[in-house]
């Protein structure tokens, strides 16, 4: 059954705004802690998600409720799994239209933006690990992400076939793809998160060096497992 989360509480402080973009100056923190009060207000993070099951698993292919996906890392990392959440989390479209109407054509405050659109993307994505933890009473899960990583770990065009599984994401939440597969609003993400004995997100397995979205450690160990 396809489900939405849509009241998703922010408790983001426009201390930690201040803090994510590393400002300084008088003027810039009041502009800054503007920008962050008026987004707050508007801002309205989602989450769509469905549960579906593995079917099968042979080779680098994957079956998930009749679609397929080709992906060695996926195939190794869901060994086992029976049940999986497909979803896509989002920082909303009601903030992204404001913040393209804010000062356009200024990098500076374009790029500020983002950065508080990628906290309340955060506190979307927490919300929905929450709210699974809660709702399963586990306490551990592991989530991978199409175009996240090396581009050999799953690739983003597999991204419509997700999106096709999960059914009315546009409807829904208002998320849409454009033809290079990168969501739109921006600050969103979609993937697989399932119940796990260790925790596993795609990072572990990146072998880019600094990546502002970086959340686990390279595991050279693993990749080479993954990947032999």
Not at 36 to 41: G, L, R, W
């Amino acid at each position: 059954m396809l489900k939405k989360l849509d009241n998703i509480p922010i408790t983001a402080t426009v201390e930690a705004a201040i803090k994510r973009t590393k400002i300084e100056e008088a003027e810039d923190i009041e502009l800054v802690s503007g920008l962050f009060e008026s987004a707050k207000k508007i801002a309205r993070p989602k989450v769509l998600y469905r549960e579906s099951y593995v079917e099968n698993i042979s080779g680098k292919c994957v079956t998930i409720d009749n679609v397929d996906f080709e992906s060695e890392v996926l195939a190794k990392t869901l060994a086992g799994v029976h049940k999986v959440f497909a979803y896509v989390c989002t920082c909303g479209t009601e903030v992204d239209d404001w913040s393209h109407t804010m000062m356009p054509g200024d990098y500076v405050v374009s790029l500020w933006l983002d950065m508080i659109k990628e906290m309340f993307l955060f506190e979307a994505n927490e919300y929905f690990r929450n709210y699974l933890k809660s709702a399963l009473q586990a306490e551990k899960f592991s989530s991978v992400n199409p175009g996240s990583g090396d581009v050999d770990n799953w690739p983003i065009s597999q991204q419509t076939r997700l999106f096709s599984m999960i059914g009315d994401v546009k409807g829904q939440i208002g998320v849409t793809l454009n033809d290079s597969f990168l969501m739109n609003p921006i600050k969103s993400t979609s993937g697989l998160i399932f119940q796990s004995e260790t925790e596993f997100v795609n990072c572990a397995l990146c072998r880019r060096e600094n990546c502002v979205g970086r959340r686990a450690a390279f595991d050279a160990a693993l990749y080479a497992a993954t990947f032999q």
